[in-house]
C-alpha cells in the first residue's frame, strides 16, 4: 500500500508561481513511477506531468515551458512548480503513484489539492 497526500494549492493570480508536493508513505520501493493529473470542473481528469524511477520527465503540452516536475528521493516527495500560471490551470490537482506488486501495477491517488488561478 502506498499513501499519498498532497499540499500547496491554493490561489493564486495569473502570472505567479506555486508549488504543489505530494509525500509518498507506505511501500515506497515498489513505486514505479509518479505523476501529477488535474480535474476541472465539469471534465475529465487528465495528466499534467510524470516522473520515473530513474527521472524522467514528461509533461503535457500546455505546461510545457511552465511546469517541473520534480522529486526528492530522501523524502519521499514529489513536487510540481508551477510557473506563469494562467486561469485555465485552475483545477482541482491529484498526485498520482503507480505501484509494481507481483508483476502487477496498481494505482493510488491522493486526496487533491484546489489551485484556483485568477484573472
Known amino acids: 500500500q502506498v499513501q499519498l497526500v498532497e499540499s500547496g494549492g491554493g490561489l493564486v493570480q495569473a502570472g505567479g508561481p506555486l508549488r504543489l508536493s505530494c509525500a509518498a508513505s507506505?511501500?515506497?520501493?515498489?513505486?514505479?513511477?509518479m505523476g501529477w493529473y488535474r480535474q476541472a470542473p465539469g471534465k475529465q481528469r487528465d495528466v499534467v506531468a510524470t516522473?520515473?524511477?530513474?527521472?524522467?520527465?514528461s509533461y503535457v503540452d500546455s505546461v510545457k515551458g511552465r511546469f517541473t516536475i520534480s522529486r526528492d528521493n530522501a523524502k519521499n516527495t514529489v513536487y510540481l512548480q508551477m510557473n506563469s500560471l494562467k486561469p485555465e490551470d485552475t483545477a482541482v490537482y491529484y498526485c498520482r503513484a503507480r505501484a509494481l506488486y507481483t508483476l502487477e501495477l496498481y494505482d493510488y491517488w491522493g486526496q487533491g489539492t484546489q489551485v484556483t488561478v485568477s484573472s
Open positions: 507506505g511501500s515506497i520501493a515498489s513505486i514505479v513511477d
Open positions: 516522473i520515473t524511477g530513474g527521472g524522467s520527465r
